[in-house]
């Protein structure tokens, strides 16, 4: 079982930065898939950022260039910094861990960017 705690979400102004936190209660240390996605109200969850099983960060294209993924195994934590936010990237935050068969979300985080 891994418990997964969203931390760093707020409000910024657009061109500003976040950095969000992902800190992992139990093992990361084998993982299929580890990192974020965003959802707003009345979308589906949307894909933002993630290490692959063989370390590879992957970046959905409208982020690439302005997030970078990265991650501490032994704080269990992965860190999403978030640079030249647009009002568009207003959100809630979801870490997301795959150990198959299993599937863990934290509880999401709000990130506000305004214009």
């Known amino acids: 079982q891994v418990q997964l705690v969203e931390s760093g979400g707020g409000l910024v102004q657009a061109g500003g930065s976040l950095r969000l936190s992902c800190a992992a209660a139990?093992?990361?240390?084998?993982?299929?898939?580890m990192g974020w996605y965003r959802q707003t109200p009345g979308e589906q969850r949307e894909f933002v950022a993630g290490?692959?099983?063989?370390?590879?960060?992957n970046y959905a294209d409208s982020m690439k260039g302005r997030f970078a993924i990265s991650r501490d195994n032994a704080k269990n934590t992965v860190y999403l910094q978030m640079n030249s936010l647009k009002p568009e990237d207003t959100a809630v935050y979801y870490c997301?861990?795959?150990?198959?068969?299993?599937?863990?979300w934290g509880q999401g985080t709000q990130v506000t960017v305004s214009s």
């Open positions: 290490f692959s099983s063989d370390g590879k960060a």
């Open positions: 139990g093992s990361i240390s084998s993982f299929n898939f």
């Open positions: 997301r861990v795959r150990k198959l068969p299993s599937d863990y």
